[in-house]
């Protein structure tokens, strides 16, 4: 029997299941471990630093394995960066930016999608090189977008945290009922 090729919508759930419920699910210690690593990539997956967000979460599990005595799950946390990818990218930076010019009090100075898409056009080729505009770009905007990412990050992360702990809890004593049967 043929199998039907699988639909995008489809491919899409298998991928967030094996990526994100297959690791949580298979993960035999703690579930505050699992929480405490799904917390820490979504913090991190949540601040304007694309393409240094794994290597911030391994960075992250050192300091709390080694310095701090808090340990979490390191494969559970680099997986949950991927949460956010290069297509939100620049909306999420949108966001950050509106926020954190509203948590400045500069709510008339904002600028459209349209204007903020352009001026980060430049950015990403060739003006790179020039020392002056990239100074520019990170003093006028940097702050604003590290400003606004902070409350989305910090809410993400409980929430994340919160929810993980929530489903992992509730899914020890049919884990242990399944296993109970074997």
Not at 160 to 180: F, I, N, S, V
Request: hydrophobic share 50%.
């Amino acid at each position: 029997m043929t199998q039907r090729p699988r639909t995008r919508r489809q491919r899409l759930q298998r991928y967030l299941r094996l990526s994100f419920l297959v690791p949580l699910l298979r993960g035999r210690r703690r579930p505050e471990l699992a929480a405490r690593a799904t917390a820490v990539g979504l913090f991190w997956a949540f601040t304007p630093t694309f393409g240094l967000r794994m290597p911030l979460v391994f960075i992250t599990w050192l300091i709390a394995r080694h310095l701090l005595r808090a340990d979490f799950t390191l494969v559970i946390g680099l997986a949950w960066t991927w949460a956010t990818n290069a297509l939100v990218t620049l909306p999420l930076y949108f966001g950050f930016y509106l926020t954190g010019r509203a948590l400045q009090g500069d709510v008339a100075g904002l600028m459209s999608f349209d204007t903020f898409r352009a001026g980060w056009a430049p950015l990403t080729a060739s003006d790179l090189g020039q020392p002056e505009r990239l100074y520019l770009a990170l003093r006028d905007w940097g702050l604003v977008l590290w400003l606004g990412a902070l409350p989305w990050a910090v809410a993400m992360a409980c929430l994340g945290y919160g929810a993980a702990a929530r489903y992992l809890r509730g899914r020890r004593p049919l884990h242990r009922a399944g296993r109970a049967l074997k």
